[in-house]
């Protein structure tokens, strides 16, 4: 007997409806003022990543400031510092040990920014000709990059020349870190007490690990992306002799119970991370975001310059590796950035026709760095059989409207090929944020835009004419509402499901369609994605919504390549 997922595409759809002792450190490049610890061996990165995951959650982090009555954004920073000199740091050592940053805020496309920049920056790194041999070994260093959120294993977060740090480097620097908040010395040389509580939350804590492990593995540059604002963000402890440049993405409306809820509230929060003579950067803003910024400059004494699309981008023989026409805004910055650190590090090969001023041809080290840029979770696509599947991990209005965009733009491609895809699927989730206003603001951009106008104009063709696709009449065949829990035994059974419930009834009410299911882990999602995909099925999977989500994906599939045949 047939199953209903072998029944033909036109009938299959239309009736598919439900289914601890001490450890000893040395002191490297530190001050001299920390305790010596006695060592033990034997401890783990799981261990590691368990205490980790004990600490303070940015959500509760998040939730807290947002509840109180009171401003805790005022406390942050000096907290932050305090912790900071718990760890062995003062304020001016990161400048001192020859750390170098590039400070990256903003709402929209921060962690590409951060990765063109880093890319375009290896290309120095990497180079082997003579001319380039001493900015690789003199001017820039190694190459850090400290970003978040992590999709599959925390030490995406720290990377150095590219690569995320190994699980024996994080496991080293994390327990040093945890024994000197255990520790630490008072104004009495003498007096060493051993401190009964506390710990950094999670953010505080990797933003402490990344810089001390920038440090002590001799990181010189360093592309820093704030997690949360820019003004109290824990990493606006940098000081400015530590920063060469600061950049400010495209701003939105995120985090309104910390930020604010206006673009004009936010964007103070972000100018925060401005610094007396050193250049700012930023794209153009709405008018009300941009004033802000230009006033912080000028308050603040930092030279603000507005990056617009660098011509060079629209050339046909430039092609960014990330796709979606946004990331030619967010490479321009990127090129912006990159020209300014590395002019401020004394290297001129190759970057002189970056300046932001004087948009000259891309030389090779900046053209292949953003050809080459990889940014999984970020309008990605990966063909698996007969699932396509569009990876966009984003979690704003603005950056949902672009997602939007990114995906008709697919669609409309796909149902030109000799190939046409017979369904479509939409996999969404959002726990944090207003999840039904999201998937709400995102299906008015699909309806406003549906590529049923463009079908239209190519239905004489005899291939469209056999064309058996429902999806151009809705907006998705299918849809799956489910947590950012990746595997389905990893499910408790008092599971809540509101949130998914809430958003598949907001679907519903827009997209008229009943063929939406609600799952308790991304791995049932898939599981239907796979059932749909049956037999000689061509079908469009969008992922979006998080980048939690996106992360548990990432996991699913991985787990999947690793079974046998």
């Known amino acids: 007997m047939r199953t209903i997922f072998q029944l033909p595409p036109a009938i299959r759809h239309a009736t598919l409806t439900s289914f601890l002792p001490v450890q000893n450190y ?280 507005v990056i617009r699309r660098n011509p060079q981008l629209e050339d046909a023989n430039l092609k960014l590796s990330i796709e979606g026409q946004f990331q030619k805004d967010n490479a321009s910055l990127a090129i912006a950035v990159a020209a300014s650190h590395l002019q401020s590090m004394g290297v001129t090969n190759g970057a002189a026709n970056e300046d ?41 209005i603005d950056s949902l409207e672009s997602t939007a965009h990114w995906y008709l733009n697919k669609l409309e491609n796909a149902l030109r090929d000799e190939r046409l895809p017979t369904a479509t699927m939409l996999i969404f989730n959002q726990q944090d944020r207003d999840a039904q206003g999201l998937i709400r603001s995102f299906l008015g951009v699909l309806a406003g835009e549906n590529p049923q106008v463009q079908l239209e104009l190519y239905t004489a063709q005899d291939r469209l004419q056999k064309m058996r696709f429902s999806a151009h009449r809705k907006m998705f065949t299918y849809a799956a509402f489910c947590t950012n829990i990746p595997f389905q035994s990893d499910v408790p059974e008092n599971i809540d499901l509101q949130v998914q419930i809430g958003v598949a009834a907001a679907y519903q009410s827009i997209a008229s369609n009943s063929l939406n299911m609600c799952y308790g882990s991304v791995e049932e999602a898939v599981e239907l994605a796979r059932k749909v995909s049956e037999g000689d099925e061509r079908v469009l999977v969008l992922v979006t919504g998080s980048l939690h989500l996106v992360g548990a994906l990432l996991q699913v599939l991985e787990r999947e390549s690793r079974r046998p045949p």
């Not at 496991?171 to 710990?199: A, H, I, M, Q």
């Not at 060469?244 to 673009?263: F, P, Q």
């Not at 292949?368 to 990876?391: F, M, S």
């Open 26 to 305: 040395s002191l490297r490049r530190f001050s001299s003022t920390l305790p010596t610890v006695t060592s033990s061996t034997g401890r783990s990165y799981a261990e590691a990543i368990a205490l980790l995951d004990s600490l303070q959650s940015n959500r509760a982090v998040v939730s807290s400031i947002s509840d109180s009555s009171r401003d805790m954004n005022l406390n942050a920073i000096p907290e932050m510092l305090e912790w900071a000199r718990k760890a062995g740091y003062g304020v001016s050592d990161f400048a001192k040990l020859g750390l170098r940053c590039i400070h990256v805020a903003g709402t929209k496309g921060k962690g590409s920014v951060c990765a063109m920049v880093e890319n375009i920056l290896l290309q120095y790194r990497r180079a082997d000709d003579g001319a380039l041999r001493s900015v690789r070994d003199r001017a820039l260093g190694k190459i850090g990059l400290y970003t978040s959120p992590h999709l599959i294993t925390v030490r995406e977060r720290i990377r150095i020349d590219g690569v995320p740090i190994s699980e024996s480097l994080f496991t080293r620097y994390f327990f040093e870190l945890w024994d000197r908040f255990s520790f630490e010395r008072s104004s009495n040389p003498s007096d060493l007490k051993r401190l009964s509580v506390g710990k950094p939350s999670y953010f505080r804590y990797l933003t402490l690990l990344a810089l001390h492990t920038f440090v002590n593995e001799g990181v010189e540059t360093a592309i820093v992306e704030c997690g949360i604002g820019g003004e109290y963000d824990s990493t606006n402890i940098l000081p400015r002799e530590a920063v060469t440049v600061s950049a400010i993405t495209k701003l939105g409306i995120d985090h309104v119970g910390m930020l604010g809820d206006t673009v004009e509230k936010i964007a103070m929060h972000k100018a925060g991370i401005m610094k007396k003579g050193i250049p700012a950067y930023t794209v153009e803003q709405i008018p009300g975001a941009q004033t802000v910024l230009e006033s912080c400059a000028v308050g603040k004494g930092a030279e603000l310059h």
């Open 356 to 396: 932001s001023k004087k948009l000259g041809k891309l030389s090779p080290q900046f053209a292949r760095g953003l050809e080459t840029t990889k940014l999984p979770g970020r309008c990605e696509v990966r063909k698996d059989g007969n699932i396509e599947w569009l990876i966009d991990g984003a979690h704003t």
